[in-house]
């Protein structure tokens, strides 16, 4: 037999279980009789109409009998087939068959789970990493788990969680897909279709994405400068004072200022897109190594790396408000959680612990520790 005919035949003996419809569907065709009182429809028939084996109508009807029981003779007959009764008893049967909760077993690990969500503001797939790769399942008041195991104890009530505490759960937005455009000509040199490959398979350290992250209209129009690291995922956030190409070169001037003779080790690359704050680019690499790479006009997923990172700033900085409002201190605690939050792709270690096992110059280090911090003190 063809793999294709292995592969009908499994859909179409594929086990499920009978619907409320089905069971409707079951009462209307067993009540059909004949003059006689005889079923016009037998089971044979049945199940083939439900598509369905014929033995699991012989179950149904004799699993789902009811009796009523009569006070006064102490009798009790049996009751004609009721889908809605038939499907009352499947309902409960199936309640009772569920196996009790990992989580209400292990009240810690519950607890463990819900701080990493509501304070630390963890994604489930990212805690059962963390629990894995630190041997948190070996200990006595832990078990092993998976992340849907999570998602389930968060919809059914078994932690104290609700679905608007996670970033995940909510309704996912739909993306678009647009054909790639051409560069202008200013920027053919610098496509991203020049980028070296050891950019794109993420295996040097030191190429950064680029973007800028906008508040409200109203307001200061301030944004945010966001750079995060191809391989490590390492992020830096700077204020700026307005959306301007003349503000992007002045931080980054201040960053070449502060790293000195350090700058080229860090910054080997940007890849950014073709907004107008990015317009100044020449000035941008000016005096350095360093190299600039565009993406095509509208493929923002080009960068996706730091696409994802800005994405997760918006759990702490939603749309539409106004970044005046953000005091540097507080746009350093974002990036402080940015970058010590695991991450999957980096084996659960954080993006600082990746990024230290990058470097043994401890000066190196250093800069990369106070860059953050010191950066933000300069108004731009």
């Excluded at 503001?121 to 948190?136: E, R, S």
């Excluded at 800005?310 to 106004?322: A, D, E, G, V």
């Excluded at 270690?349 to 010191?374: H, S, V």
Aim: glycine residues 4%.
């Amino acid at each position: 037999m063809s793999e294709t005919n292995n592969i009908t035949k499994k859909k179409e003996n594929q086990y499920h279980h009978l619907t409320e419809h089905d069971r409707t569907v079951i009462q209307t065709l067993i009540n059909v009789k004949d003059k006689n009182g005889k079923r016009l429809f037998n089971n044979s028939y049945i199940a083939n109409y439900l598509g369905v084996h014929r033995s699991t109508i012989s179950r149904e009807l004799n699993n789902r009998k009811s009796y009523h029981f009569m006070i006064r003779t102490g009798k009790s007959y049996e009751k004609p087939y009721n889908a809605t009764d038939a499907h009352k008893n499947y309902l409960f049967k199936r309640s009772l068959s569920k196996g009790e909760y990992k989580l209400r077993k292990k009240p810690i690990m519950a607890k463990f789970i819900e701080d990493k969500i509501k304070k630390d503001k963890w994604a489930p797939d990212i805690i059962v990493g963390y629990l894995q790769t630190h041997h948190y399942f070996e200990k006595a008041d832990f078990c092993k788990i998976t992340t849907p195991t999570i998602y389930n104890a968060i919809r059914n009530g078994i932690i104290n969680i609700k679905i608007e505490d996670t970033r995940r759960m909510k309704e996912k937005i739909k993306y678009k897909h647009i054909e790639k455009a051409s560069l202008p000509a200013s920027k053919i040199a610098y496509s991203i279709e020049t980028r070296p490959e050891e950019i794109n398979n993420r295996s040097v350290f030191g190429h950064f994405e680029i973007d800028t992250v906008v508040g409200t209209k109203r307001g200061k129009h301030e944004c945010l400068l966001t750079m995060t690291e191809r391989k490590t995922k390492l992020e830096f956030i700077f204020k700026l004072s307005s959306k301007t190409s003349e503000n992007v070169v002045k931080k980054i001037n201040q960053i070449k200022l502060f790293m000195n003779k350090y700058y080229n080790n860090i910054f080997k690359s940007f890849s950014t897109d073709n907004g107008t704050e990015f317009s100044d680019f020449l000035s941008i690499i000016s005096d350095s190594k360093t190299k600039i790479y565009f993406c095509h006009p509208y493929c923002s997923g080009e960068k996706g790396t730091n696409e994802k990172q800005n994405s997760m700033i918006r759990y702490f900085i939603p749309k539409k408000t106004l970044l005046e409002n953000y005091s540097f201190e507080e746009i350093n605690r974002i990036t402080e959680w940015l970058n010590n939050y695991p991450r999957k792709s980096l084996n659960y270690k954080t993006p600082l612990e990746a990024t230290l096992e990058e470097f043994k110059n401890k000066q190196i280090i250093n800069k990369i520790y106070k860059l953050q911090e010191k950066i933000n003190c300069f108004d731009c």
